[in-house]
């Protein structure tokens, strides 16, 4: 949008005066300026270059630049011939440090003006510690990208194996268990790792798949032992026979008391019969005797009668 005209405007906060031959536009922000003219542009002066001597530790050192450059960029053209890093510098004017921000000529910085530049520890201390976190990083993922690799080999065997026993096949149980066991190993790995952020999703997620491969294996193993017991004969074993009196033994009378068989269940696989059984002792002198008949005759001798119980 064009237009002309000679009354006043508002650009920029401020109202300007306009001649009929100053043409204005509306910038996407929908401020009305006036145009700017491309070759004024190009006709710029562009700013003034100073030299200025910066002086670090017996060493004066001269640098070209812009007036209007920052001493952040001073910095950076520091960083070659002192051998510092950008960050880990101090640069003092009129006896005050100057933010990288500040611009040369908004502090009065002229052609061969001196400055004094020093070296921060703080500030290097706090770079050293972002250099360790972030080389710690860079460690802790590329150990979890080769934990990821092995998983996924890993990964590919626990596949073959549920496919075979799936289909009513036997794999040795050897096999299942070394193959949980070096999950196991991952799983150990990952949890020495220490991350942070993106890192600590990442261990998260190799977490979440060696326990889910670990537990597609328990139920692995459990199907595949079943499918062994299925082809196999069922041996029972008869319990033992007992005889329906009480047996004495000495001064002790025994008697079975239980003869239980444990049943196989009919989803058990087991071929295994348990047979249990509880003996009772008892002292035979504890059941009372009948007493004797008064009258004692030497030819006739009563022999007292024991009364036995039939099971």
Known sequence: M?????????????STATGGDKEWEVRPGGMLVQKRDPN?????????????????GSVYHEICISSQATFGELKKMLSGPTGLHHEDQKLMYKDKERSSKTFLDVVGVKDRSKMVLVEDPI?????YIEMRKNAKMEKAAKSISEISLEVDRLAGQVSAHESVISKGGKVPEKTLLTLIELLMNQLLKLDEITAEGDVKLQRKMQVKRVQKYVETLDVLKIKNSAAGGAG???????????????????NFSAVPVAAKQQQPSRNSTSTDVVVTTQWETFDSTSTPLPAPPSNNSDTHKIHPKFSWDLL
């Open 123 to 127: 500030s290097q201390e706090k770079r």
């Open 40 to 56: 004024e542009e190009q006709n710029r002066v562009p700013p003034p270059t100073i030299r200025v001597r910066v002086k670090y």
């Open 2 to 14: 064009r237009t002309k005209s000679t009354e006043p405007a508002l650009v920029n906060g401020r």
């Open 232 to 250: 196999s004969t069922n041996q029972h074993i008869q319990p033992p026979s007992f005889p329906n009196s009480k047996r004495s033994i000495g």
